[in-house]
């Protein structure tokens, strides 16, 4: 199993930039692919960004051009740094990883992103 613990979200005003972490730990070796998921109040899960082992990256074109992701793997820790903040990127944001073939998955317990002024 593998364990993810979110930190970094919080109260941003428009045109502000934030960087969330992810920290994974257990069965590291398992994960083939970290990313992060939002959830506005009121709409589904969807894909803000994704990081595969080998080192391909796809981003939401709602993000592209604002948002990076990138791996530690010292540190077995994923970073979604957030730039040119919007009122429409408020939301729940989730750290998820899975393992090769879907055989396995895993969820933070979120961190509030809120962008406000």
């Known amino acids: 199993q593998v364990q993810l613990v979110e930190s970094g979200g919080g109260l941003v005003q428009p045109g502000g930039s934030l960087r969330l972490s992810c920290a994974a730990s257990?069965?590291?070796?398992?994960?083939?692919?970290m990313g992060w998921y939002r959830q506005a109040p009121g709409k589904q899960r969807e894909l803000v960004a994704v990081?595969?082992?080998?080192?391909?990256?796809n981003y939401a074109d709602s993000v592209k051009g604002r948002f990076t992701i990138s791996r530690d793997s010292a540190k077995n820790t994923v970073y979604l740094q957030m730039n040119s903040l919007k009122p429409e990127d408020t939301a729940v944001y989730y750290c998820?990883?899975?393992?090769?073939?879907?055989?396995?998955?895993?969820w933070g317990q979120g961190t509030q992103v809120t962008v406000s002024s």
């Open positions: 990081i595969i082992n080998g080192g391909r990256i």
């Open positions: 998820n990883a899975v393992g090769k073939g879907g055989s396995f998955g895993s």
């Open positions: 257990g069965s590291i070796f398992s994960i083939y692919a």
